[in-house]
């Protein structure tokens, strides 16, 4: 709808088809939970949202994900932000290394600025 009065119910839909999670609420607390079947086997893909907040230039972060991945987390695609454009601003984020099931590191590769750096790490 339009105006979102609906917006429970479609919430409530989505959950009978089997998806779940926290949509709302800060970026960091963000996650969808999507049934597959793997060799007939019932599990859930999840896909988490973040966001690490003034990552200095020339250096990494550790990250620790809202909640830990059950079994693994498969990759981390870290996306570079800037709070505003300057000719010649190569921005870079990037991850560092192989995430666990609860966390990984980003970098931010960019000479001379401070960026921000949302993600989304996917795992099961």
């Known amino acids: 709808a339009s105006n979102l009065s609906d917006l429970g119910s479609i919430l409530t839909d989505?959950?009978?088809?089997?998806l779940t999670g926290v949509l709302g609420g800060a970026f960091g607390n963000r996650?969808?939970?999507?049934?597959v079947s793997v060799s007939g086997v019932l599990r859930a893909f999840i896909i988490k949202f973040g966001?690490?907040?003034t990552v200095p230039a020339n250096s990494t972060r550790p990250t620790t994900?809202?909640?830990?991945?059950?079994t693994a987390c498969l990759y981390v695609f870290p996306v570079?932000?800037?709070s505003t454009y300057a000719a010649n601003n190569d921005s870079n984020a990037k991850l560092v290394g192989t995430p666990s099931a609860s966390g990984c590191t980003l970098a931010n590769t960019t000479a001379g600025s401070t960026i921000d750096i949302p993600y989304i790490a996917v795992g099961y």
């Open 14 to 18: 989505l959950g009978n088809m089997g």
């Open 31 to 35: 996650e969808l939970n999507v049934p």
């Open 51 to 53: 966001y690490e907040s």
């Open 65 to 70: 994900f809202n909640g830990a991945f059950p």
């Open 80 to 82: 570079s932000r800037v």
